[in-house]
């Protein structure tokens, strides 16, 4: 691959943290638990979550080169009298913008924190993410999906109060790989670039020619079987019998790929510890920080995790309904990085 060379260099850029003794470790461990804990319960006290049903959100269209394209979002009521955040949720392959509200709940934390989710929906189900896939319509056809996210863009900023240094894409499997490569092709008018269970291809990463330094997390389960946590040729399944989903660059040769074109200096790699995962020591963050512009490069690795969205709500029917999985919360971890100035 063209840019590996790249990847060689970057131990020289990286100065590593102390090496604590184990037994210190434990301490600060315990003390960072209980200090979560108690900002948890000041948290739920001060920012009540509140439900967003389905009928207060807005389903609109725009013309987009020659496509008409749908969109649905959510507009809190802070929004209307203060600059907002901006934030882009891309369904996976076969999904829709009504699924992925379901599913990550991202609206309630929306109305909770005071930004606008919109939840576009891919042509054909899918988002043209460079990988050229036979079985993609979308990807035949080369629909401009990368216009299409800078009309929603435009659009937003025309109809709303945008805080302009935080505007957001974060994407499932598919929409993942629609978001790093957005990352490659954009120069300003995207902040933060999340990519859940799905990272960047091959072919995204061999073109990639980014404009400026930009903040990127991803977020892959070890034993994702879809999309392969090491790399490599990654397939699906159909009643057709098995189906390439093209080339993946490895989760830490992605995160070492962007750190060196931020030129960031400090490497951490620590315990992920989030409200749902007090007690777990499989998860793990690798930051990348001390970059140009301020920007950070994050990576979380889910020991456990699968192909879905880390903590993903479903419902069936009245008495089938529920959450994922417990491995990590991806919805509130989205936010946060949307938030980390």
Known sequence: MGK???LSQITSAIKLDSIFSISFKNIIRLNYIFLFSI????????????YIPVDKHISESIISGEDNRTFTYYAPTSSLNEKSPLLFVLHGG???????MYLTRLS?????????????????????????????ITDQRNTNDIQFLKDLRTHFISKFTIDESKIGVVGLSNGG???????????????HFISIVGGMSEPTFDRCIPNKPQNIL?????????IPFSGGHAFTHSTEGR?????I?????????????????????????????????SNFSFKYLDCVGNTIIEGIAIENGDHSWPHGYFYQNKDKFGYLNETMDASYKTVEFLYND
Not at 129 to 135: E, F, K, N, T, V
Not at 218 to 226: A, N, R
């Open 4 to 6: 590996t060379f790249y």
């Open 39 to 50: 900002f948890m319960i000041y948290s739920c006290a001060t920012k009540q979550i509140v």
């Open 94 to 100: 076969g999904g829709s913008d009504k699924g992925m």
């Open 108 to 136: 309630d934390l929306a109305e909770q924190y005071g930004f606008i989710v919109v939840y576009p929906q891919g042509y054909a189900n899918r988002w043209n993410d460079g990988r050229s896939l036979a079985h993609s």
């Open 177 to 191: 790989f629609m978001a790093t490569q957005l990352a490659c092709k954009t120069n300003g008018e995207f902040t």
């Open 218 to 226: 991803l977020i892959q389960g070890k034993k994702d079987t879809v």
């Open 243 to 247: 189906i390439d989903l093209g080339k």
């Open 249 to 281: 660059i490895p989760f830490h040769e992605t995160l070492k790929y962007w750190s060196f074109q931020n030129k960031c200096t400090i490497y951490k790699k620590e315990k992920y510890i989030d409200h749902l995962s007090l007690s777990t020591d």
